[in-house]
């Protein structure tokens, strides 16, 4: 008897194929075979769900009688162009010779999607089924897979959530789609001169994605610019040459402004008011005395590990690639055996992986540039408490644990291209990062008062580089700007500040002149489309804090596997413009005037927390919180209520 091993990709197999001894020569029909295994593969989806008109043949026509579209029972078919590969696999899995059945396709809902409706069209199938489980490809992750494999039907919450998903976006493309074109097509292609009809194509996702692209557009062209004059005051100290920069602060009632004069306290908004308060302090030099000088420390702690979201963030905020190209960079990576799983949400480790992990550091001391790294964090034994920090958590993991460089693959690193180079270096330094102490800073607070009036001053300083030292360039940026912020929230930052050793409370200080520095708000920033993945994982919302992203993890808007297809699809549909320097988002007119038609028609569909709420739903199935039954009910009142609306509008 023998043992099959079914993955999603030919090299996936041959992975599988190499970690148990098995020659990988050969392979042109579609599988390989030896005395004691088979070793096939999917190439992806094999199966689809069947349109319409496969149920009946008047349903190829659109028509708003036939609408709402729900069939009692779902039909598939094959696809197609990998017709010959169904053929090849479907006939394996049918075989009586079999003893096992191992699925080795992604670990993840698609992975587990993708195995299930091959099953589903195989009636003949006698061999016990075993799921493999596993978060890289190295050789000891697959004999650990297949040594512990599951039976199938451990999984069978995340393949019932699998197929819901798939009927989800089937219902509401096909319906709201449809029922939409017809009602409004013909008018939407008037308004952009066309003379056919326009199809309107709309999704869970996507329709709530355009739309906060196209509200982000609205708020900037709605914005209208503030200028502000800020007052800045040179200092001496006591009598000495030292200078010293300081930023004047407004306060709710001052003795000569209003509190309506000034922009957020800290400028005036009318340049004639700014100049006039400078009159003030004339004749210089104006005596003045420190009145708080306040110096603490502060510390930045490592980051949290990547999951995909955020690696899609970095890369195209860093590199200007798209989430869909991180994407594939990053799976490279993972089939060559140079990094964990990559469609994962979670950005820490888990306790039995922490317990290993020095593997993972001492295999990284054969890429030559992290060997210093690496040897320093070994002689530390650094990683020995890992479990007991915030870097790891069983709790925060679902699937899979972060993005970490495996320690393997050094024969592959050197076929890699330039970007897999850089997208692989992001991985390892910031996994080697949270093996580093915290960077240590000095931060100086200074006021001084003048008449009354108030003038700031801070400063911060890298004391300990710690984890920095890892980002040789960050240092050089930290200790030249600081943790820089907006323009128009900007304390004054002054450079020297902390060597002047005399400063004190209570000293005395003169101001020696005083200048205007003109300032301006900045309209919202478009997205990125890196930082629209992080507002579709955090349900809508931009939030470039890391600690408050972490607090509302697990409401996001599509799931890491499938966020970066939901862009390119929307450039493709030419709803959106992607700018490839500057990896922003904007909308086509076409992606606008199709939200203002959702708006009025079915508006629930771009509200990222209504449309968050559907994945939530789906990952309460996973858990066995809510059963198939509830689920499919509230999603097909959902579409039939939300049809009949469009049709009767």
């Not at 700031?456 to 920095?468: C, T, V």
Request: with cysteine.
């Amino acid at each position: 008897m023998k043992k099959l091993f079914i993955a999603e990709k030919p090299s996936v197999a041959k992975q599988f194929a190499e970690a148990l001894g098995v020659a990988t020569g050969g392979g042109n029909r579609g599988y390989l075979e030896n005395q004691d295994y088979i070793f096939t593969w999917c190439v992806g989806h094999l199966i689809s769900m069947s349109y319409p008109e496969k149920y009946d043949e008047e349903l190829k026509k659109w028509k708003m009688e036939s609408l709402p579209f729900i069939p009692k029972e779902y039909l598939y078919e094959v696809i197609p162009s990998v017709k010959e590969q169904f053929s090849v696999v479907s006939a394996l899995l049918q075989r009586k010779d079999l003893e096992t059945i191992y699925i080795c396709t992604d670990s993840g809902r698609e992975g587990e999607y993708i195995y299930r409706l091959v099953a589903s069209q195989c009636p003949e199938i006698t061999a016990e089924e075993k799921r493999v489980w596993i978060d890289s490809q190295t050789k000891e992750e697959i004999l650990r897979g297949i040594r512990e494999a599951k039976a199938k039907t451990a999984y069978d919450r995340l393949g019932t959530a699998a197929y819901l998903r798939a009927k989800e976006d089937y219902l509401m493309g096909i319906n709201f789609s449809r029922v939409l074109t017809l009602r409004f097509g013909r008018e939407l292609a008037r308004a952009l001169g066309k003379e056919k009809s326009t199809v309107i194509a709309v999704g869970r996702v996507m329709s709530c994605v355009l739309a906060m692209i196209v509200q982000r557009e609205m708020e900037i062209r709605a914005f209208q610019k503030t200028s502000f004059w800020k007052v800045i005051g040179d200092f001496s100290l006591d009598g000495e040459s030292v200078a010293l920069s300081c930023e004047f602060r407004g306060k709710e009632e001052g003795k000569y402004y209003r509190e309506s004069d000034l922009y957020k306290n800290m400028g005036f908004l009318q340049e004639e008011k700014a100049k006039a308060f400078q009159e003030l302090f004339k004749p210089y030099p104006r005596e003045g005395i420190i009145t708080s000088l306040e110096k603490k420390k502060e510390v930045k702690n490592p980051p949290l590990l990547f999951n995909l979201a955020e690696l899609q963030n970095e890369c195209a905020k860093i590199l200007k690639i798209s989430p869909d190209d991180t994407l594939k960079l990053v799976q490279e990576l993972y089939e060559k055996k140079l990094c964990t799983y990559p469609r994962t949400d979670a950005r820490v480790l888990s306790t039995a992986v922490s317990k290993e992990i020095e593997k993972n550091i001492h295999g990284l001391s054969a890429f030559p540039q992290y060997l210093s790294f690496a040897k320093d964090i070994l002689e530390r034994k650094s990683y020995s408490g890992i479990a007991k920090t915030k870097y790891c958590d069983d709790k925060k993991i679902t699937d899979h644990y972060a993005i970490i460089p495996t320690g393997q693959g050094r024969a592959q690193y050197n076929s890699l291209g330039t970007l897999q180079k850089k997208v692989f270096d992001f991985i390892v330094r910031r996994f080697l990062s949270i093996f580093y102490p915290s960077a240590e800073y000095k931060k100086y607070n200074l006021s001084i008062t003048v008449l009354g009036e108030e003038f700031l001053a801070s400063e911060k300083r890298l004391e300990k580089p710690g984890y920095l030292q890892l980002y040789e360039k960050s240092i050089e940026k930290e200790e030249k700007e600081g943790d820089s912020e907006n323009e128009e929230d900007e304390e004054n930052r002054v450079s020297g500040l902390s060597g002047l050793s005399g400063l004190k409370k209570g000293s005395k200080v003169y101001l020696m002149n005083t200048a205007l520095k003109e300032g301006e708000t900045s309209p919202p920033k478009r997205y990125t489309s890196g930082t629209m993945i992080l507002a579709m994982e955090n349900a809508g919302k931009l939030i470039e804090d890391e600690s408050l992203r972490e607090q509302i993890k697990g409401s996001g808007i599509g799931t890491s596997a499938t966020r970066a297809g939901i862009l390119t699809k929307l450039e493709k549909n030419e709803y959106i413009c992607l700018d490839k320097k500057n990896q922003q988002l904007s909308p086509s007119l076409l992606g606008e005037k199709i939200v203002r038609i959702l708006w009025n028609s079915i508006p629930s569909l771009l509200n990222p927390t209504l449309t968050a709420s559907w994945e939530k739903g789906l990952s309460y199935v996973e858990e066995g919180k809510i059963e198939e039954k509830e689920y499919m009910d509230k999603l097909e009142d959902f579409v039939r209520k939300n049809t009949e609306k469009v049709k009767l509008s």
